[in-house]
């Protein structure tokens, strides 16, 4: 390796190597006791004048919590390794998966998909809800109480056999398993709760291609289809670090699905027969779908609850995936009016069109929803957006408020990027007339959160 000169001309050890960084608290354990969940599945504690952000606990509990990350300033990261004073509310954790080897709720060596299983099912609800909260306070300075709700028709908790998509990575020996909690080990171990009934049977019993992401998803017909993917060896050097915070994380992610080498079927024709009322979708398997099998049913019947779109109206879908609202749109505007679908993903695009064709009043526009909208000239009585979990964002915001909608109707996964929505919204003079907050993730800590908006 050619050494580099310092500023004097003369190599530096110093500037070779960087000083070896304080590891801080990590390692170290701390007597807590839990106050408030926050965004991201963590209670918050307080220790010696620092937050630490404590995963597996309940709010209420006294813990030992092992600090696990520490990034210096006023706060660390540990994970819960004995319980001092239990909740009532605590359980035997749902999931061994999420829970490692240790074989508790104490455990940071498990995978990150059931991050609230060791809570009861009013906890978990009470817990999403008290989050949802908290950031719509904070973020936009609203208050508003929330009751969280299932997707089951019958609105019983449905915690285990919701999942129909399940990504899983393959070890070195050819087995698949979930991701390591912030890590790029696989946990070889499939009883995750989440996955349908028989989606992930037989999976086990197989050797894989090592080093292979498998996609099983299993589509409203109830074929089970199974894709491998296999990365890019640059892009995957560079994205399997644990490094970095959730948001450079969910980069990498992306990153590496845009260097996909190979794409190949091993079970099922990769092509999903998904069904909403009396639409039908065919699109790939490696395409976007809710993984709740409720989902696009019971966000389908709150679009169409609070829609104010008439015949002869004019209805916007941004960031419209397939169209599944947009073909609620449509059955409202009826064959005089008009629903502007907008969607960057090209295959969900061609998906919608086909499933849509039928409906000439919906037209769709392949590209981004900041590029669409000044193209879109008349005005909309209904806006209806399901931005990424990064959230729409000022630019589209105030363009969709400059179009003047009667009503406004945002869905968002991240209730962060929820309640910085629902603050530029305000700014635009919409204020958070409804909410619903939909438990579409059971036994995790995220939530779907659906917003009616008007002036």
Not at 91 to 118: I, K, R
Not at 385 to 398: F, K, M, Q, S, Y
Not at 432 to 445: E, G, I, K, Q, S
Request: aromatic share 6%; hydrophobic share 40%.
């Amino acid at each position: 390796m050619t050494r580099r000169s310092g500023p004097g001309g003369q190599g530096s050890d110093h500037d070779q190597r960087r000083e070896p960084r304080d590891p801080g608290w990590v390692g170290r354990e701390v007597d807590v006791v839990l106050g408030d969940p926050a965004h991201g599945g963590f209670c918050v504690a307080r220790h010696e004048g620092r937050v630490v952000f404590v995963r597996h606990g309940i709010p209420g509990e006294r813990v030992l919590a092992r600090v696990t990350e520490d990034r210096g300033g006023g706060y660390c990261f540990a994970v819960v390794t004995e319980v001092i004073e239990a909740s009532e509310h605590r359980v035997e954790p749902l999931c061994p998966v999420a829970t490692g080897s240790e074989g508790d709720a104490a455990s940071s060596n498990g995978a990150g998909c059931c991050d609230l299983s060791h809570m009861d099912a009013a906890a978990q609800r009470d817990w999403k809800a008290r989050v949802v909260e908290g950031q719509l306070r904070r973020i936009a300075h609203i208050e508003r109480a929330v009751r969280v709700e299932s997707l089951h028709e019958d609105g019983e908790p449905e915690l285990t056999g919701w999942r129909t998509r399940v990504r899983l990575a393959v070890d070195r020996e050819g087995n698949a398993g979930y991701r390591r909690y912030r890590g790029s080990e696989v946990v070889a171990d499939l009883r995750c709760p989440q996955a349908m009934a028989g989606l992930l049977d037989g999976i086990g019993d197989r050797g894989w291609r090592p080093g292979c992401e498998l996609l099983v998803v299993a589509d409203s017909s109830g074929q089970r289809h199974i894709v491998e993917t296999v990365t890019a060896p640059d892009s995957r050097g560079r994205a399997s670090g644990s490094q970095g915070g959730s948001r450079q994380r969910a980069a990498s992610r992306r990153a590496r699905a845009a260097h996909r080498s190979e794409v190949r079927i091993l079970e099922g024709s990769g092509d999903t027969a998904q069904v909403v009322g009396d639409a039908a979708w065919e699109l790939p398997a490696t395409g976007f779908w809710q993984a709740h099998r409720h989902a696009a049913e019971r966000y389908s019947a709150v679009v169409r609850e609070w829609s104010t779109a008439g015949p002869g109206d004019v209805a916007w879908d941004l960031y419209s995936g397939a169209g599944v609202f947009a073909h609620v749109l449509a059955g409202q505007v009826g064959p005089g009016g008009r629903v502007e679908a907008v969607e960057a993903d090209a295959r969900a695009v061609a998906a919608g069109e086909q499933a849509l064709a039928g409906l000439p009043q919906v037209r769709f526009h392949a590209m981004p929803t900041a590029r669409a909208l000044p193209e879109l000239a008349e005005r909309p009585t209904v806006v209806v957006l399901d931005p990424p979990r990064a959230g729409a964002g000022r630019e589209v915001i105030e363009r969709v408020a400059a179009a003047g909608p009667d009503r406004i109707i945002h869905i968002g996964c991240d209730p962060a990027a929820f309640a910085r929505d629902c603050a530029l919204y305000a700014e635009q003079g919409y204020e958070l007339a409804d909410l619903r907050v939909l438990d579409a993730f059971p036994l995790t800590h995220h939530m779907e959160c659906v917003a009616l908006l008007q002036r």
